[in-house]
């Protein structure tokens, strides 16, 4: 892919271009709590986006994408969102960098990659993060990572108009080789656990589908942990977030919450506790202990905060009985989408030609299924 996309930029630019990668991200544990200033337990993965760039001495960006087959060009001293096409996520983070009062000069780009689109492994975060680190590489701004990160995070705010967490982009910028990360969304604080899987792969299966009510649901879902929130706040005014809620707390408000408030700020408390605990087992290297606390989190997730699905249903508790699999679970803001899974290697093959027929005589569609490793974040190729 990567000579593919270099060839491709001599082809149409005729000079050797700066090559950077940036990774996309799975989430192992810590689902929904990012927007409540609590913790997730993302990683950097072995799919990529691929960005080649060179200077051409203009004041345009002049963009090929491999994966739409298409060029754009834009006047760097004009230009605004283009709402719905790739070039707006390349115009977001050029206008973030100009901003900050870089002097962005004219290039010449070419990029794609290998992450699977729809299966909220973030290629959006992952194309934001190599064009910042290629523009910045390129024209020697020697961006810090964080500023960097923040860049990505607001061009998807302002641009893409897509009101995201900081989780996708750190996890693409900071990713390393063989760990996750835990990550405190309120602060930004963050520490490598090494996650051993020496016997175990882990494995990403998309259900295909994306139910329509999954954007209003979310935004529901961040209204009923706010009421939560603000409920909690006449008893102790020191609260900002279900983050810093515990059982006791929430005991001491039901009675004036509906059963559905109480059930969501339930699971977010539990489920900050969760990736806490996880660190600690990951530390132990105690996979099987890990393994469980995924399967609590999709149960959580499916019960309490009613994001899951059928489909996501199904795929999870297929591999409930399965020795083989030590933990399962719904991955990303749900209603669709993958399931994450930790499989014993021997046994991938196995699982894979089980649980397709099984899912697609159920729903009509044959799930795709990858397999994904743990890498470094953002860097030059």
């Not at 834009?74 to 115009?91: N, V």
């Not at 009421?227 to 707390?249: F, Y």
């Not at 989408?337 to 894979?352: D, M």
């Amino acid at each position: 892919m990567t000579d593919k996309i270099t060839s491709t930029f001599k082809e149409t630019f005729s000079k050797e271009p700066l090559v950077v990668y940036s990774p996309g991200r799975i989430n192992l544990i810590g689902e929904h709590t990012d927007y409540n200033m609590g913790f997730v337990m993302p990683a950097a993965i072995d799919k990529k986006m691929i960005v080649a760039i060179a200077a051409n001495q203009t004041r345009q960006g002049r963009i090929y994408s491999m994966d739409f087959e298409e060029e754009f060009v834009f006047d760097l001293d004009s230009f605004g969102p283009y709402k719905g096409h790739w070039a707006t996520y390349i115009m977001g983070v050029t206008a973030q960098l100009q901003q900050a009062g870089y002097a962005v000069q004219g290039f010449d780009m070419v990029f794609g990659g290998d992450i699977p689109v729809g299966a909220g492994l973030s290629s959006s975060a992952a194309l934001e993060a190599a064009v910042g680190f290629a523009l910045s590489t390129l024209f020697g701004f020697h961006v810090p990572k964080r500023s960097l990160i923040h860049y990505a995070q607001k061009a998807e705010h302002i641009f893409a108009g897509v009101q995201c967490g900081i989780m996708d982009q750190f996890a693409s910028v900071m990713g390393k080789k063989g760990h996750v990360i835990r990550l405190d969304c309120r602060s930004l604080d963050f520490q490598y656990f090494p996650l051993h899987l020496p016997n175990h792969s882990i494995l990403l299966i998309d259900t295909g589908v994306k139910h329509s009510l999954a954007d209003s649901a979310y935004n529901k879902r961040r209204e009923e942990c706010q009421t939560g929130v603000a409920a909690a706040q006449k008893l102790n005014p020191e609260i900002k977030s279900l983050r810093d809620m515990d059982m006791d707390l929430l005991e001491a408000i039901k009675s004036d919450i509906s059963q559905t408030v109480l059930n969501r700020c339930k699971y977010i408390i539990e489920e900050n506790n969760r990736v806490l605990d996880s660190s600690e087992s990951l530390d132990k290297n105690d996979l099987v202990g890990f393994g469980e606390k995924m399967y609590q989190s999709h149960e959580g997730l499916s019960k309490l905060y009613e994001v899951s699905c059928p489909e996501l249903d199904f795929l999870v508790d297929y591999t409930k009985d399965l020795e083989d699999v030590l933990g399962s679970r719904m991955m990303g803001g749900g209603f669709g989408g993958c399931t994450i899974n930790i499989v014993e290697k021997s046994k991938v093959r196995t699982l894979q030609d089980n649980i397709k027929p099984a899912f697609e005589s159920k729903y009509g569609v044959t799930p795709k299924v990858y397999e994904v490793s743990l890498e470094d974040g953002t860097g030059l190729m």
